[in-house]
């Protein structure tokens, strides 16, 4: 078995667990999921199967959120796994908002969580903050795309947020409530797109019971795949096959190679040379 699956992990399980499921029902180990999902979180969950694991690093990782933020208040977590720490009485109207929202779109500068499973020095975050720990947080550039109010009734606001892989949706509500002078913390969070997984063609997890689910829900990986296509003649796909490098009048860049249709290997074209990264014969 070879592609991906668009699934959608419903709130109160792990990414891990969704790939664990997957596991048990395909009987298949090598399974792996992009952009993992906080436990309360749910939505998109883009899965690859067999071979497909390898094509990860290939795929488009921007991501779309709808998240609701309960402004008044903040957690240890920024979001209601955690505890309270700081409150605020102070009520803020829709101009407000979008005033403090201009200073949270395009290339920002984010602090990740405390409770994150980002590593310092060989440790999770998280493990330092269980442990009452202070470490040293650095900020991470990220691209936030689309910023906006998706509807206000105070305390709650919902946004969506179009953005870079690495992004804290957290981090938005507990920052955004920060400049508010109101504090704030996420209390629902759904993905709904990864790439070009879209949450209107996900598959409920319930739904991918049996192989033959599972087998019926998968997409080619070419379907993902937004490189140039090179279908190879029998001589290349041996040469191929046998980790050679074949000519081809092909523009610099990543390639697809196929054969009579089929993905055989993604290779680097340079100056006319396509030497393969992946192969999957």
């Known amino acids: 078995m070879f592609g991906f699956l668009n699934v959608y992990k419903p709130a109160g399980i792990t990414s891990h667990d969704v790939v664990a499921r997957l596991r048990r029902v395909t009987k298949i180990k090598q399974i792996g999921h992009t952009g993992t999902l906080d ?35 903040s957690t240890t977590t920024y979001d209601t796994e955690g505890e309270g720490v700081n409150f605020s009485d102070k009520k803020v109207d829709l101009n407000e908002i979008e005033t403090a929202l201009e200073k949270f779109r395009g290339e920002i500068e984010q602090l990740p969580p405390v409770y994150s499973a980002i590593k310092v020095n060989g440790k999770k975050l998280y493990e330092y903050a269980r442990e009452g720990k202070e470490v040293k947080i650095e900020p991470r550039r990220v691209n936030i795309s689309k910023l906006e109010v998706v509807d206000f009734e105070y305390p709650h606001l919902s946004l969506r947020i179009e953005c870079s892989k690495g992004t804290y949706i957290r981090s ?37 019971d049996t192989l033959e689910a599972v087998q019926k829900s998968l997409i080619y990986p070419l379907e993902n795949l937004h490189f140039p296509k090179y279908e190879l003649n029998e001589k290349e796909k041996a040469i191929i096959s046998n980790g050679g490098s074949i000519k081809a009048d092909v523009e610099n860049s990543l390639v697809c190679l196929t054969f009579q249709g089929v993905l055989c290997a993604v290779a680097r074209a340079t100056e006319g040379v396509l030497k393969c990264e992946k192969v999957f014969l």
Do not use: M, Q
Request: proline share 3%; with cysteine; hydrophobic share 40%.
């Open 39 to 73: 436990p309360f979180a749910e939505g998109v969950l883009p899965i690859c199967i067999g071979k497909a694991t390898r094509l990860i690093e290939y795929l488009n990782d921007d991501k779309a959120y709808v998240g609701t933020v309960k402004l008044g208040s």
């Open 172 to 208: 938005i509500a507990n920052d955004l409530g920060e400049e508010l002078g109101t504090y704030g913390h996420l209390i629902k969070l759904v993905r709904v797109k990864a790439g070009d997984f879209e949450i209107n063609e996900a598959i409920k997890l319930d739904d991918l």
